[in-house]
């Protein structure tokens, strides 16, 4: 049973525009949501965070948006940069028991000049 | 910085050998977590490690063990390799509740 679901497995954007990248999940217990982003042969990086609470976090280039009701979050990059091109991971955990982290399945981004 | 650093980058193993992977992170954490990334599934969690001597099965222990002697070090074995556990392994500790994970570098590890 996949907690956390990335319907897209790719996303293809001209450099400068904006990407979106969306992940759904189902447990309403997760109280944090996460994304990571991950370069071949390397570990993931946290990008962004945003707790249950609330329904939007920004920092520079990078926005998260929370839809409780809907079960679903987005990762707004923008402007597009080349260097953004890498496979990015949504996670979401909770407070309680060891705040382990359940990933979705990743989504490919590629920023074309 | 926080540092988690895993033991290889990468490894070549014979089916049937036993396997070890270490990592070990500088930051006190006293989360711990292994993960394995294949291609379509994302991450997903072999075991954690709340304490010391403590672990508890992730979502796909099957094959796998692992020790937690120290605090610093959380080492993941492989009891017999076989080829479909042919992967990348992820180290990851978490400093506290509502934050995010540190991961190390990865171990891309091939059974042949």
């Known amino acids: 049973d996949q907690q956390v679901k990335q319907n897209s497995p790719s996303l293809s954007v001209q450099e400068g525009r904006i990407s979106i990248l969306n992940c759904d999940y189902t447990?309403?217990?997760?109280?944090?949501f996460l994304w990571y982003k991950k370069y071949p042969a390397e570990g993931p990086t946290f990008l962004i965070s945003?707790?249950?609470?609330?329904d939007k976090n920004e920092d520079g280039r990078f926005t998260v948006f929370l839809n409780k009701s809907a079960k679903h979050l987005s990762l707004h990059i923008v402007p597009s940069q080349p260097g953004d091109s890498a496979v990015y991971f949504c996670?979401?955990?909770?407070?309680?028991?060891?705040?382990?982290?359940?990933f979705g399945q990743g989504t490919r981004l590629t920023i074309n000049p | 910085d926080v540092k988690v650093t895993q033991s290889s980058r990468y490894l070549v193993k014979r089916t049937g050998e036993k396997v070890f992977l270490e990592c070990v992170q500088d930051?006190?954490?006293?989360?711990m977590f292994w993960y394995r990334q294949d291609p379509g599934l994302g991450l997903r969690l072999i075991y954690f490690?709340?304490?010391?001597?403590?672990?508890e099965k992730g979502d796909i222990p099957e094959g796998y063990s692992v020790s937690r002697e120290k605090k610093e070090r959380f080492s993941l074995i492989l009891e017999s390799a076989s080829t479909n556990q042919t992967s990348m392994y992820l180290c990851?500790?978490?400093?506290?509740?509502?934050?995010?994970?540190?991961f190390g570098q990865g171990t891309r590890l091939t059974v042949v």
């Open positions: 945003i707790s249950s609470i609330k």
């Open positions: 996670a979401a955990s909770a407070l309680q028991g060891a705040q382990k982290l359940v």
């Open positions: 490690s709340y304490d010391v001597k403590m672990k």
């Open positions: 990851a500790s978490i400093p506290g509740p509502g934050t995010g994970a540190f």
């Open positions: 930051m006190d954490h006293e989360n």
């Open positions: 447990n309403s217990m997760f109280d944090y």
